[in-house]
């Protein structure tokens, strides 16, 4: 059955979801339920009409329509409690960046994810990019030596008017709850995030500690510039240079060194170079997110060698776990006497 899903947050850069939404339907991925947004809803000239009904509530939108995903794109502060509100209701989620603003609300929002046995997807569109699948593929096959460093450099600029959007922009909190805005927060997360998949790829381990340099050039409450520098167990460093008050346009850089070579990949327009490449060249392909949260809900679970494992059980009266089966646990066992069960 074609899933179900809704929008919360239709207004803004949720009339980008709409887009995608629509051209998702039309090739018959999923279904339009319903829409939600504390403000009337915009018509967008971009995005065919929808005769779906629209709440200013995302609980009435829950209760009313039961979709099987949601796209959640409002406000940062409101993300946790509107994204446990749909994991409760049974929803599959993706959820816009920033994600959550705090340490304590990353926890309560994984705990959820994992107690309703729902998933999660955040917004970081440049990871479902050909180009990033492919450098990161060179990294961990070592096509470019031990990784030596991986930095990230972006330089924007944004006016006034992008502070004066809502309420929340540019700040650290809003009504008492935490928004934590700022450049490597928000507009360009995506660099460091690159940067953080990267360092996986390589093997980098945990991270052990970061150094941060937060400027602004405005009165605001958070930073348009920023310098930040993580050095991961065995010395990996990852450093971030970004700014929203750049002299001349970086789209975004992410620059991996290795002792056998190096790679450059601008991650908004999935321009790649690899060890032996003498250029920059556009990988096309990127895979939507909605579409791979909605495959990975309807993804039928396959355990390889499974059958073999039932037979040798059942042609020898054993249990997995004795007879060498690499993901088995040892059994526990409940001795039956004279009416009352015993447990070890």
Request: charged share 20%; net charge negative.
């Amino acid at each position: 059955m074609t899933p179900a899903v809704a929008l919360i947050g239709a207004n803004g850069h949720g009339r980008w979801h709409r887009r995608r939404i629509a051209a998702l339907q039309s090739a018959g991925v999923l279904r339009l339920v319903a829409l939600a947004d504390v403000h009337p809803i915009e018509p967008d000239p971009d995005a065919p009409a929808t005769d779906v009904p629209a709440f200013t509530d995302h609980r009435e939108l829950l209760a009313a329509t039961r979709p099987d995903a949601v796209v959640i794109c409002t406000p940062p502060h409101t993300h946790l409690p509107i994204a446990l509100d749909a994991l409760a209701a049974g929803c599959d989620v993706l959820l816009e960046k920033p994600p959550v603003p705090t340490l304590d609300d990353h926890r309560a929002l994984l705990a959820a994810v994992r107690a309703g046995g729902r998933a999660c997807q955040v917004g970081f569109q440049a990871l479902g990019s050909t180009a990033s699948a492919l450098l990161t593929e060179a990294i961990a096959g070592h096509a470019l030596g031990p990784v030596t460093g991986i930095a990230t450099v972006a330089s924007w600029r944004r006016d006034d008017a992008y502070y004066a959007r809502s309420q929340w922009a540019g700040r650290r909190s809003v009504g008492g709850r935490p928004v934590v805005d700022g450049v490597l927060v928000n507009p360009l997360a995506h660099a460091l995030m690159q940067c953080l998949v990267a360092a996986a790829a390589a093997g980098a381990g945990a991270p052990e500690r970061i150094e941060i340099e937060r400027y602004r050039t405005r009165p605001i409450e958070v930073d348009d510039t920023a310098f930040a520098r993580i050095t991961f167990a065995g010395g990996l460093r990852v450093t971030s240079a970004v700014t929203l008050a750049g002299e001349d346009f970086i789209a975004g850089e992410v620059l991996v060194g290795g002792t056998a070579g190096r790679a450059e990949l601008e991650y908004p327009t999935d321009r790649l170079a690899l060890p032996g490449d003498t250029e920059r060249r556009t990988v096309p392909g990127r895979e939507d997110l909605l579409e791979n949260l909605l495959a990975h809900r309807g993804r039928i679970r396959v355990i390889r060698g499974i059958n073999a494992v039932l037979r040798q059980a059942a042609g020898a009266a054993a249990l997995p776990s004795e007879f060498g089966v690499e993901w088995a646990a040892p059994p526990r066992t409940i001795e039956i006497e004279s009416g009352v069960s015993s447990h070890s």
